[in-house]
């Protein structure tokens, strides 16, 4: 039950996000202003993270990618020991949510922002919640997210 809750938020999270991306940038304003999404004040998510995180299976490590439209993100992640995956999210203040899917599992990591980190929780399909802590870089510095909300 609680798998085909969030397949379905899930599901419902990327074609908002999908239609938000594809839309031309006259739209996505209409779209947001109509949704309730605020368009001013949106932290500046773009760039590469180094990935530390706890999942069923134990730690994990990786670097994360994420590109940015407006209040819209494509994040992908590219664990360590070769897994790759993709989700689509959205900013709505306080929270950063992004939905992915491996196969038919879905899940949305929900993160906030602490400096130039993202802290974020996400559900397996048992419901255990796991926790995974994204660190921006760029170049060899750490630098703090624009905009951020603390």
């Keep these: 039950m609680l798998r085909d809750g969030l397949v379905g938020a899930v599901v419902g ?15 996505c304003g209409s779209l947001a202003r109509w949704s309730g999404v605020r368009q001013h004040n949106v932290p500046e998510f773009a760039g590469v993270y180094d990935l530390v995180g706890d999942g069923p299976l134990g730690a994990y490590r ?13 994040e992908r992640w590219e664990i360590s020991n070769g897994q ?7 900013w709505q203040a306080p929270f950063l949510a992004v939905g ?24 397996d399909e048992t ?24």
Excluded at 13 to 27: G, Q, R
């Design 13 to 27: 999270l990327i074609v908002m996000v999908c239609v938000a991306m594809t839309l031309p940038a006259w739209s």
């Design 62 to 74: 990786g670097t994360v990618s994420i590109a940015q439209r407006g209040p819209a993100v494509y």
């Design 84 to 90: 790759v995956y993709g989700g689509f999210g959205v």
């Design 100 to 123: 992915y899917a491996d196969g038919l599992v879905g899940a949305v990591v929900v993160y906030r922002i602490d400096g130039a980190q993202l802290h974020g929780v996400w559900p």
């Design 127 to 150: 419901g255990t919640l796991h926790s995974e802590t994204l660190t921006r870089r760029r170049g060899d510095g750490i630098v703090a997210l624009e905009g951020q909300q603390q």
